[in-house]
């Protein structure tokens, strides 16, 4: 036996079954939207926030942007390596507690410094979050039902984007934007108890080929794995993908067709959430009987997806009608959330036993860095010289860098499809 399979044998009688696996799932779902909900408030609350501090948009920016997805990004790493070596329920409960306090101190802000701390301290918390609950759903929930476990902790992200801009842009014009940091912050309370209730004290597995080295060491060697640099390069170019189509369409649609902040909040934003639920939920399904049938083809399908979604993005930068365009953005919605689960349980198939929480955090890393810093300024840059140039709306012409990379993204998958059957081999043998 090699050391790949020796990597993912675990002793199964941890797993968990009936309302125990119920309720640790549902206190993860939780974990996740609550987590998405207090990162995303600053993005609905933000013209409230720039008046009150007289904050600049380049202030606001620096805030809600780079700042924060470069905390989150790699305070991930050490998080996820100390998930792994057995920890994953102390880190979730830390991380919730870092996060809700400073999402409560954001109500208390009075200028560009202190709400800077702020978020920081929100991405500190909330790194943890995603590797540590990783790491628990590798140690208590079955390989038969993973890839769905995975699916279900993901649709936190739409839930909680969907939840966070409809209630949050309620309690900015009802209570103030204040108050709706403190209110925020004080449900991090009632998933804290979800968490001490629901999650086992201890997570800790024991895989016959233990941790060893720091976790950059540890990060350095699976980066090192050809098949992980290919996942690695898929997350980073869906990154680059999905974040201007997520900061760019409202203001497309309102600038193209005349719609208001409300009308496509309740147009797009539902729908983003929709489809973001049906994609992780499908996605994980999907996985699960991939790997149990040793699937040669385990990346195909997002990556089919995505020439479905690549097509119909682009095509809905250029309908005559506000519904047209906006039900040709649907594909997208779908084929960013159905990779999450693939994405996600193909890393730790590579990553093997003891090593799962690290590889979503490298993963993380590369989704969330470096695209959410640039994708955004390229596509700015693109309308402006658009624009400068006499295009009608030049911000159609800067969202065109959303469907290239996708179709980039699904070329990456097709070939992690064929990497991954030496992993699928092993892991049949679990």
């Known amino acids: 036996m090699n050391n790949s399979q020796k990597n993912i044998i675990t002793d199964k009688n941890q797993w968990l079954t009936g309302w125990r696996r119920n ?52 305070a991930s790493l050490p998080f996820a390596r100390i998930s792994d070596n057995g920890l994953a329920k102390q880190v979730l ?11 409560g101190f954001g109500g208390l802000t009075t200028g560009f410094v202190t709400l800077a701390l702020s978020r920081f301290g929100v991405a500190l918390g909330e790194a943890g979050g995603t590797p540590a609950s990783h790491a628990i759903i590798v140690h208590k929930i079955s390989e038969k039902f993973r890839g769905r476990a995975l699916g279900l902790f993901s649709m936190g992200i739409p839930l909680g984007t969907m939840f966070g801009f409809s209630i949050g842009g309620w309690a900015n014009d009802t209570i103030g934007w204040r108050n709706a940091f403190f209110v925020a912050g004080a449900f991090g309370v009632f998933v804290l108890i979800m968490v001490v209730l629901f999650i086992q004290k201890n997570n800790r597995t024991k895989p ?34 999905s974040a201007p189509f997520y900061i760019f369409v409202s203001p497309f649609l309102i600038r193209t067709y005349g719609l208001t902040a409300a009308e496509v909040g309740l147009s797009f934003g539902i729908l983003q959430g929709l489809m973001g639920v049906a994609g992780t939920l499908l996605g994980g399904r999907l996985f699960d009987r991939a790997v149990s049938r040793g699937s040669r083809r385990l990346m195909n399908p997002p990556a089919i997806v995505f020439s479905i979604a690549a097509i119909t993005t682009t095509a809905a930068l250029f309908m005559p009608a506000s519904w047209m365009s906006i039900t040709l953005f ?36 590369g989704s969330g860095l470096l695209p959410a810093a640039l994708s955004p300024l390229l596509v700015g840059i693109i309308s402006d010289a658009a624009t ?42 679990v």
């Open 23 to 74: 309720m640790l799932l549902t206190t993860l779902l939780l974990v996740s939207i609550f987590s998405q909900i207090d990162r995303i408030l600053p993005f609905i609350m933000a013209e409230s926030i720039k008046a009150d501090l007289n904050l600049s948009d380049t202030q606001l920016g620096l805030i809600t942007g780079l700042a924060f997805s470069a905390c989150y990004s790699f």
């Open 93 to 103: 409960f830390w991380c919730i507690i870092i996060w809700s306090i400073m999402t």
């Open 208 to 241: 016959v080929i233990a941790n060893t080295g720091n976790f950059f060491s540890s990060a350095k060697n699976l980066l090192a794995n050809p098949t992980f640099r290919w996942l690695f390069v898929a997350t980073n170019l869906l990154g680059f993908a």
């Open 330 to 365: 649907i594909p997208g919605m779908f084929s960013f959330a159905f990779l999450l689960p693939h994405g996600f349980g193909a890393g730790h198939l590579v990553a093997g036993a003891g090593k799962q929480a690290l590889s979503s955090g490298l993963l993380m890393l």
């Open 388 to 429: 400068a140039a006499g295009v009608d709306n030049g911000l159609k012409m800067g969202l065109l860098i959303s469907p290239l990379f996708i179709v980039l993204s699904g070329i990456c998958c097709f070939i992690i499809s064929r990497k991954l059957i030496p992993y699928l081999k092993s892991e049949k043998i």
